[in-house]
């Protein structure tokens, strides 16, 4: 695989090919999925939960993801490394840009933020200064507590709507990638028609540029309650690393999501 960058994906979306993105978390992982193919791994703070056995990403603390961060860089190959900036690194405009920094020195190509409309300065101070974001909408992870569960997001209209509009925002404010969590495939594909940079979903159906899901649910060792959107890989395969390359290909002719992982 060449060096991905953010004008690949951006041609990707121009081209109509889908890609393949995934949490890692060391560099042995991110390495076996980067010769799989997968073109964008993710230091997701989801490892609040996958690794450090917590009920919510929110006990993530920045030397966390920067630790994370640097073990995935050693085995990143050519894919782009994304990382998650942790709850509250937006407390303030300064902290938020010196975050993003700690995490570009780390080894991050591109930050990801939660958030809305209301995020469209900070998207712009943070782009101006050459960090790139990726805005992650509908069902975000820190606001799990205001949001009352894990639940999709955008059914009603008002909503759906507001995340459309959330996303031009953000999109005219400089952001590069939208993640688009938990919502009605109808909602996935109007995203990515709104707006011209390419749009990655996780439950948000098939209708969306790229998909991604946490490493964990594509190996089966997810404990609890499995989210719809999910799919075990290895069940089908021998090893990990076959299982990854599944998951590729699958993204790749669009064979997943399918109909039963879609709200
Ligand atoms: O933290 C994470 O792994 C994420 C993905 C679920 C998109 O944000
Ligand atoms: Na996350």
């Known amino acids: 695989m060449k060096t991905v960058t953010l004008s690949t994906l951006q041609a990707y979306k121009q081209a109509g090919e889908s890609f393949s993105c995934l949490t890692a ?7 076996t999925a980067s010769d799989a193919g997968i073109e964008v791994l993710l230091v997701g703070d989801s490892l609040g939960m996958v690794l450090q056995g917590h009920h919510s990403t929110l006990p993530v603390t920045l030397a966390d993801v920067c630790y ?23 407390a303030s405009l300064e902290r938020l ?5 700690e995490l570009m020195r780390a080894g991050a190509e ?24 990726c805005v ?23 909503r759906a709507e ?3 509009a959330d996303a031009c925002t953000l999109v005219d404010a400089g952001a590069s990638l939208v993640l688009l969590e938990c919502v009605p495939a109808d909602l996935g594909r109007a995203v990515s028609e709104a707006v011209s940079v390419p749009v990655i979903g996780i439950g948000a159906g098939p209708d969306v540029d790229g998909q991604i899901l946490v ?17 075990n890989f290895l069940a089908e395969t021998d090893d990990i690393a076959g299982a990854f390359r599944r998951y590729h290909e699958d993204v790749k002719a669009r064979r997943f999501p399918a109909e039963e992982h879609c709200f």
């Not at 992650?136 to 008002?158: A, I």
């Not at 490493?215 to 799919?231: A, E, I, Y």
């Open 136 to 158: 992650h909408l509908g069902l975000t992870p820190q606001t799990v507590y205001q949001l009352g569960g894990y639940k999709v997001q955008g059914r009603e209209t008002e």
């Open 162 to 164: 507001q995340i459309i």
């Open 68 to 90: 994370h961060t640097r073990c995935v860089a050693r085995g990143k190959g050519n894919s782009l490394l994304m990382v998650d900036l942790p709850f509250m690194s937006n």
């Open 215 to 231: 490493m964990h649910d594509v190996l089966g060792v997810t404990h609890g309650r499995t989210p719809r959107f999910v799919k």
């Open 25 to 31: 978390y060391d560099a042995t992982f991110a390495r």
């Open 110 to 133: 591109l930050i990801k933020v939660e958030g809305e409309a209301w995020m469209a300065d900070d998207i712009r101070e943070l782009t101006r200064r050459g960090v790139p974001v």
């Open 97 to 101: 840009l010196l975050d993003a920094g």
